[in-house]
């Protein structure tokens, strides 16, 4: 999957308050996601027979790795948000300093992107997850309707 650049310029005019709110956020968006993480490998459990049986096993295989490399992903990001939220100080220090203050905000930005481009990620992840676990869920249907005729 390519990520794609968006246009973020307001970064600059955001708040040191705006943007510890935003990292925050970004946490508890990323802890509430590792939860997510926990339920597909439980539902991936719950499912294991059926995943290596199907036709699509090397399809299904590409979208659980991809699930735990999102998994570290989403961990990285999340360590990477609180180093970031850790280097807040230089805004609020009152000692002028704009190289370090525009770095830290180009930081805040490349963040944000990258924050964005992870939830997209994951949304996609966990569709086709649930298409497969869907599909699989037909087959036990029809199989539990031919056998009751």
Same mark, same amino acid.
């Given at each position: 999957?390519?990520?794609?650049?968006?246009?973020?310029?307001?970064?600059?005019?955001?708040?040191?308050?705006?943007?510890?709110?935003?990292?925050? &956020?970004?946490?508890? /968006?990323?802890?509430?996601?590792?939860? /997510?993480?926990?339920?597909? @490998?439980?539902?991936?459990?719950?499912?294991?027979l059926?995943?290596?049986?199907?036709?699509?096993?090397?399809?299904?295989?590409?979208?659980? @790795?991809?699930?735990?490399?999102?998994?570290?992903?989403?961990?990285?990001?999340?360590?990477?948000?609180?180093?970031? &939220?850790?280097?807040? /100080?230089?805004?609020?220090d009152?000692?002028?300093?704009?190289? @370090?203050?525009?770095?830290?905000?180009?930081?805040?930005?490349?963040?944000?992107?990258?924050?964005?481009?992870?939830?997209? @990620?994951?949304?996609?992840?966990?569709?086709?997850?649930?298409?497969?676990?869907?599909?699989?869920?037909?087959? &036990?249907?029809?199989?539990?309707?031919?056998n009751?005729?």
């Amino acid at each position: 999957m390519k990520a794609t650049q968006t246009q973020t310029n307001f970064v600059k005019w955001l708040s040191a308050e705006d943007m510890h709110n935003d990292s925050k &956020e970004w946490v508890l /968006e990323l802890e509430f996601l590792n939860d /997510e993480y926990l339920f597909f @490998e439980d539902l991936m459990r719950s499912y294991t027979l059926q995943l290596i049986d199907l036709q699509d096993y090397s399809k299904n295989k590409k979208i659980i @790795e991809a699930i735990g490399n999102s998994r570290k992903e989403n961990d990285n990001l999340k360590e990477l948000i609180r180093e970031h &939220e850790n280097k807040l /100080e230089i805004l609020i220090d009152g000692v002028d300093q704009p190289n @370090e203050e525009e770095a830290y905000k180009n930081g805040h930005k490349s963040l944000l992107i990258s924050f964005k481009n992870h939830l997209k @990620e994951h949304k996609e992840l966990k569709y086709s997850l649930f298409g497969i676990i869907k599909e699989i869920k037909k087959k &036990e249907k029809q199989k539990r309707l031919i056998n009751v005729e």
